[in-house]
């Protein structure tokens, strides 16, 4: 027997046509929807709003739960929370929670999803635990869509709502961008979860037709761009696609992205010390985005098992935000958070495949 489809696979229309041909009303397919995205339901026998007979032929035809929690780490401080799925196929995602304190963060009570789109990464940047453990699938639209139900549900149980969705975890979003973008719409319809597109940021690697096509979509969700170098043989170097799309055609479809939206671009930075994060590299960086509407998120780089480089200091990190502030470019220097678990930026990657024994 094939593997029955994700129920978090169908837009409502799909479902309303699957029921339909079983000769159900459309109303039904709106109760599986809500179960679905309002009360968090993952097992046709809490559907208990239909009919017997519906929830079994529901049970046969589709899965409700694609993502097996297999392994969940706290940080130390208890902010940060890792989850390892286990796919129906053997493979494996993470997926991760962050929660910041009201006290000392302006967003009051902020729950941030960090969602992965692929298990493992094409991509190969040397200094991302993902790149290094290679690619072994796209994640359908559903398995996307199922870890934010995942932490809505746990989170509800604590009386609790995401606030913010980052597409941030396993992968390059736009190497996956059909899914990614049906994932997208299913979280943001009204009639369902409906998540604020502008409450959620998609990370890409800078696949430049991909930015244009996103740019031409004009989606109210926010796009960030991991540059981390501001020369092409440095970016090569740490993102091997830099050789096929090149800065200049990176930062060209950014400009493309900020005309037609009107939208302000984050431009991400993982400061590696004595590689990216000298005055040097600053000024170049500041050239390169001048007059752009924009943004740099420079934050200190995580350890991965298979890079030698080293975080960058908090001062060379103070030096470096200083230089661009002072060329009129607005930059954060972000703290890093969950590195005792790994699940800090670009620490993702399933233990299965890295042989971490945590
Ligand atoms: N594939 C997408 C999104 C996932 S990675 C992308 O690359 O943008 C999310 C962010 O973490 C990216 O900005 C990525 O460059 C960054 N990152 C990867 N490895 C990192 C590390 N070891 N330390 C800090 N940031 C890292
Ligand atoms: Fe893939 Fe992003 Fe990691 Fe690069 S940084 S390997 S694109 S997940």
Request: with cysteine; net charge positive; proline share 5%.
């Amino acid at each position: 027997m094939p593997e029955r489809p994700l129920a978090y696979d169908l837009p409502l229309e799909g479902f309303t046509d699957l029921l339909a041909g079983w000769g159900e009303p459309a109303y039904r397919a709106r109760q599986v929807w809500q179960g679905l995205y309002r009360h968090y339901w993952n097992h046709p026998g809490q559907f208990t709003i239909l009919p017997g007979g519906l929830r079994s032929r529901l049970d046969e035809s589709l899965r409700f739960d694609p993502l097996a929690p297999s392994t969940t780490l706290e940080s130390t401080d208890g902010a940060t929370v890792k989850t390892l799925f286990e796919l129906a196929d053997g493979n494996a995602i993470e997926a991760v929670l962050m929660r910041y304190d009201p006290a000392t963060h302006s967003g009051q009570g902020r729950r941030t999803l960090c969602i992965s789109t692929q298990a493992g990464c094409a991509m190969g940047c040397v200094f991302c635990a993902t790149g290094q453990m290679g690619f072994k699938r796209h994640l359908s639209s559903g398995e996307i869509v199922a870890q934010a139900i995942y932490y809505a549900r746990t989170l509800a149980a604590a009386g609790e709502k995401a606030t913010n969705i980052v597409f941030m975890g396993m992968g390059e979003p736009f190497h996956n961008y059909e899914n990614t973008m049906a994932a997208i719409d299913r979280l943001n319809d009204q009639r369902g979860y409906n998540f604020g597109a502008r409450r959620i940021t998609i990370s890409t690697v800078g696949l430049a037709p991909f930015i244009r096509r996103f740019a031409a979509e004009k989606r109210q969700v926010n796009l960030a761009i991991s540059l981390h170098a501001a020369d092409d043989d440095s970016r090569g170097r740490m993102l091997p696609v830099n050789r096929k799309y090149p800065l200049a055609d990176v930062l060209e479809a950014c400009r493309e992205y900020i005309q037609s939206t009107g939208r302000r671009v984050t431009f991400e930075w993982a400061l590696v010390a004595g590689v990216n994060d000298t005055p040097e590299q600053a000024r170049l960086l500041a050239g390169l985005l001048k007059g752009m509407l924009c943004h740099v998120n420079a934050i200190p780089l995580n350890p991965t098992a298979g890079y030698s480089g080293q975080a960058t200091t908090r001062q060379r990190a103070e030096e470096f935000r200083a230089i661009l502030e002072q060329a009129g470019i607005p930059c954060t220097v972000r703290t890093r958070r969950g590195i005792d678990i790994q699940a800090g930026c670009g620490q993702l990657a399933s233990r299965k495949d890295m042989g971490w024994n945590i």
